[in-house]
């Protein structure tokens, strides 16, 4: 029953669907399985069997919901009625909301069943899931090292089968990060692409999506997700067809750039420039005109701006976790990092937030000019190997210090969270450590086709979805 975890959540689906497998079979599998790896990877922080085994048992042969049945687990910066909402954090106590969020609602309506809530650090920071609260997730492929973050549960649960595939959000590379670590397709959408209510309206820096093993799960998940909900100020336009299509459709020749420089000054791991390498020249092998480029956003000072207007909302989480707690945020309720995030915030104006998300946007406008130019751009998803646990500490006696530790280790992502557009990191290489290596591709505004086009393509020169850590093999 394991393995029928490792395969694709729609032909789960199928099997329900015509009556080969129940979906009381299939979660069962899953709780199981997270009952067995769970001790060694601390995936989840939060399990609800008895709903999702009452859930599946409502599942029969022949419902047509495109994934009626199927397990998922969600990440627990996101509403899920009747499940702890902690976003890593004592702060929240042990808040349970009475509610789904838009997209956990639209994951029902599509027919998953959720199992559980996985793990992320503290209030979604860093890019290694470590939280106080709940203890380290581990790298399936590597025990001592991390999952990257803030989606680290989330991808380390679907890389060990625990789950087909999970929900995941994204404000500095935090689906891409994790599936870089964990070797799993993780897309950022574009900005506005799917609905963050009801309890929030349009974000400049986050988005939600989801960590899979294959780019055609990434596009299925996408059209359940993706479109305009009541109240949304703004949101992206849609799809010329489903994104389902695109990995089925060729995107004829199209111009790519390649673009190895940091934002930040970081060596870049042999192994994770060896992925881009073998990447251009695949995509050149497929027909398509590759470019290397000066990076548009070397040499633009954003780790301080970028940090006011990321550290923002993490203030304002815990201004809502204090609401609903009837607590006030205080140093022995959040870690070290989280509480220096808040008192940075007490010396700034609503008007230093302003200027930053104006000098962001300024530098936006500028990168999307130059990759307007292109069909696409191709990096590095990491500058380093999944860095181990402990290296960079959220609870250390400076944690500014690890902060900026961790724009080193991942100096490609945040840029396209500041201009909006949609990138997906893909797990192209297996590095001779045994670690997968990633590479990132960015598309114009608005156009994740293109990326599901281009990644069904590397998809198809070398596929991924069978390899399997050894955590995942017994």
Not at 24 to 51: G, K, M, T, W, Y
Not at 71 to 90: E, F, N, Q
Not at 162 to 172: C, K, Q, R, T, W
Not at 456 to 463: G, H, K, N, V, W
Request: overall charge negative; some cysteine; aromatic content about 6%.
């Amino acid at each position: 029953m394991f393995e029928l975890l490792f395969k694709p959540a729609a032909e789960l689906a199928g099997l329900i669907r015509d009556g080969e497998l129940t979906s009381r079979e299939l979660v069962e599998a899953s709780l199981s399985r997270i009952e067995a790896l769970q001790p060694e990877l601390n995936a989840f922080c939060h399990l609800d069997p008895d709903r999702a085994l009452a859930e599946a048992d409502a599942v029969s042969a022949g419902d047509e919901r495109p994934f009626a049945g199927v397990p998922i687990a969600v990440k627990d910066t996101t509403a899920v009625r009747g499940m702890p909402l902690t976003m890593g954090s004592d702060l929240f106590g042990d808040f349970i909301p009475q509610h789904d969020a838009f997209l956990v609602r639209r994951l029902r309506a599509a027919g998953f069943v959720v199992v559980g809530k996985t793990s992320l650090p503290e209030f979604g920071i860093l890019p290694v899931t470590e939280p106080r609260r709940f203890g380290p997730t581990r790298n399936p492929w590597d025990l001592e090292r991390t999952p990257g973050g803030s989606s680290g549960g989330a991808a380390a649960a679907v890389a060990a089968g625990m789950v087909p595939l999970a929900h995941g959000s994204d404000g500095g590379g935090s689906i891409r990060i994790p599936a870089a670590c964990c070797g799993v397709v993780g897309l950022k959408p574009a900005r506005g692409r799917i609905s963050r209510g009801p309890e929030q309206g349009d974000d400049f820096l986050v988005q939600d999506g989801a960590l899979t093993r294959t780019v055609a799960e990434t596009a299925e998940l996408l059209d359940v997700l993706a479109g305009y909900e009541p109240g949304d100020a703004t949101w992206a336009p849609p799809p010329p067809e489903p994104f389902a299509a695109a990995p089925e459709r060729d995107p004829g020749r199209l111009r790519i750039a390649v673009a190895t420089q940091p934002a930040v000054e970081a060596p870049l791991d042999p192994i994770c420039r060896r992925a881009v390498t073998e990447a251009a020249g695949l995509l050149a092998s497929f027909g398509h005109e590759i470019e290397e480029i000066e990076a548009p956003w070397r040499g633009q000072d954003l780790v301080e701006v970028f940090k006011l207007v990321f550290g923002t909302p993490v203030g304002m989480a815990m201004v809502f976790g204090g609401m609903l707690t009837g607590r006030e945020p205080t140093a022995d309720l959040v870690e070290p990092l989280s509480w220096s995030v808040w008192e940075e915030l007490q010396r700034r104006s609503p008007v230093d937030y302003l200027l930053a998300r104006t000098q962001l946007s300024a530098v936006s406008r500028a990168v999307v000019a130059v990759c307007e130019q292109f069909d696409a751009v191709l990096t590095p998803t990491l500058a380093q190997r999944p860095v181990r646990i402990g290296e960079i500490d959220a609870c250390s006696d400076d944690p500014w210090e690890d902060f900026d530790r961790s724009s080193v280790f991942t100096p490609y992502t945040p840029v396209f969270n500041i201009t909006g557009q949609p990138a997906i990191s893909l797990p192209l290489v297996q590095g001779d450590d045994g670690l997968p290596a990633a590479v990132q591709i960015a598309g114009r505004p608005a156009d994740e086709f293109t990326l599901l086009q281009l990644g069904a393509q590397l998809e198809s020169a070398r596929p991924w979805a069978a390899r399997r850590p050894e955590a995942a093999v017994a």
